[in-house]
């Protein structure tokens, strides 16, 4: 099916809706003139009327003009310029007197038309416009004055005009329709650029930007938001190819230590304690696995996944409890003290799931980064119908300069560089993440060994 340039559409519709414009504007100059000649004519012809009606003389059943020098005026002697003709019927309804511009012809009296009307009809070949009017002696009928005027010149003025103004338009649409045309190409001429830069723009060179107009229209607008689109899908790809080369060297180490690992263990002969060392030692790196790629797949799986969310009335303080004794083997180990303030219940509105993994995270963080015999605070409080949850360590806490980038993805804090807490850096770039997604608000104040205060606030 053939398809129109978006330049010829633009132009097509301009010129349909000002062709329909141009034909309703020259009808109305047709309709105008049309009007002003026949008023000027029924002007003339009434003009006519009034004139002859006080010139009329009755003498027994004649009736005619009471000066004959009348017919010598030159429009009623000739047909040439501007005839008048005239004609006079009596009560019996015969030929009383006319103009010598009729000759052998006649004014034909209608009967069907009323008194002082003015209608259009022929006398011989030729259009003229009448008028029949009565004529009155002592308010007795006596006869009919018939007045005519020919429309030959102005039935040729018309139609000169509808000629010229049958073929002026076809002429001026075209006309109109190259200057359409041109205008249409210069107004889409940024859409052309779009299409230039679109078609440079691969996953390689995603750099290139389109040239905003210098008029803030449609098409700046539009410009503004493709590059605006370019810049997150960027900013997206960089990502993704950070997550990569992270992901790959996160899950490379522990695969190179295992490797490492089993090569030394079978180069010699070794006694059973130090097989069984190393295996345990390799069951720990791959266990480090696991959870690595179980963080990676968790955030793979709620990257922007709004439509997985699942939003139901969720009981808070259970959530937290649940968590603290999933890990009381490790609080009682490192001999910590966990503290929490829950002066009612707490419900909120959020996924359930998501809401469990985010706690957990943060009260994992919390145990593993505090001290031996250390404590925890979990607090819960409301204000002005804002539900807030508050979790404090007195771990080694992280440096100022770290702040701004702990939910990065991979990344961990200098203040754990010299010690012998292992950790993927995803913790929290999955706190981030999912917190995102239930419209979370999330915030870390910490100070370097002093501690660390994590608080959600829920909407």
């Known amino acids: 099916m053939f398809q129109l340039s978006l330049k010829n559409r633009i132009a097509s519709n301009y010129i349909i809706t000002t062709g329909l414009l141009i034909f309703v504007v020259f009808l109305g100059i047709y309709s105008i003139v049309k009007f002003s000649v026949y008023t000027h004519i029924n002007n003339d012809i009434k003009a006519e ?85 009565p004529i009155f002696e002592n308010s007795i009928k006596r006869g009919y004055l018939l007045v005519a005027m020919s429309l030959e010149d102005s039935i040729m003025v018309l139609n000169n005009l509808s000629k010229i103004l049958i073929i002026a338009y076809p002429l001026i649409l075209l006309i109109l329709f190259v200057i359409a045309r041109l205008i249409a190409g210069r107004s889409i001429k940024p859409i052309s650029a779009i299409i230039e830069t679109a078609n440079i723009i691969t996953k390689d060179n995603l750099k290139s930007r389109i040239l905003l107009p210098q ?36 899950l ?58 699942k939003i139901e009335k969720t009981y808070l303080n259970a959530i937290i409890l649940d968590i ?23 419900y909120v509105t959020s996924d359930n799931y998501l809401l469990s993994i985010i706690i957990n995270n943060l009260i994992s963080n919390a145990l593993k980064y505090s001290n031996n015999n250390s404590n925890i605070n979990v607090c819960i409080s409301e204000n002005n119908g804002k539900i807030k949850c508050q979790i404090t360590d007195f771990g080694i806490g ?59 606030s829920f909407s």
Request: with cysteine.
């Open 49 to 133: 009327v009034e004139k002859h009606l006080t010139e009329i003389e009755i003498k027994s059943n004649h009736i005619g003009l009471i000066h004959n020098d009348e017919w010598r005026e030159r429009e009623h002697n000739t047909v040439a310029v501007n005839p008048v003709f005239i004609q006079f019927y009596d009560k019996n309804g015969m030929i009383a007197e006319k103009s010598p511009n009729l000759k052998i012809q006649s004014l034909v009296f209608n009967s069907k038309i009323k008194d002082y009307e003015l209608f259009d009809t022929k006398l011989v070949d030729k259009s003229i416009r009448q008028i029949q009017v």
């Open 215 to 250: 008029n803030k229209d449609e098409l700046f607008v539009l410009s503004e938001t493709i590059n605006s689109l370019l810049d997150r899908i960027e900013n997206t790809i960089d990502r993704e190819k950070q997550f990569t080369s992270d992901a790959s060297h996160e």
């Open 252 to 309: 490379r180490t522990p695969l190179t230590i295992i490797k490492g690992t089993l090569e030394v263990l079978i180069r010699k002969p070794r006694n059973q304690d130090e097989y069984k060392e190393k295996i345990n030692f390799c069951i720990s790196e791959v266990n480090r696995l696991n959870y690595l790629v179980d963080q990676l797949l968790l955030l793979a799986r709620f990257e922007n996944q709004k439509q997985s969310i």
């Open 324 to 346: 603290v004794s999933q890990y009381s083997s490790i609080i009682q180990t490192k001999n910590i003290h966990i503290s929490s303030n829950f002066d009612k219940d707490y």
């Open 398 to 456: 992280i440096p100022k300069e770290d702040l701004e980038k702990i939910f990065n993805q991979f990344y961990r804090s200098k203040s754990i560089e010299n010690t012998e807490i292992k950790g993927t850096g995803l913790g929290l770039s999955i706190v981030k993440r999912l917190s995102a997604l239930l419209n979370i608000d999330v915030k870390i104040m910490s100070q370097q060994n002093i501690g660390t205060t994590v608080v959600l």
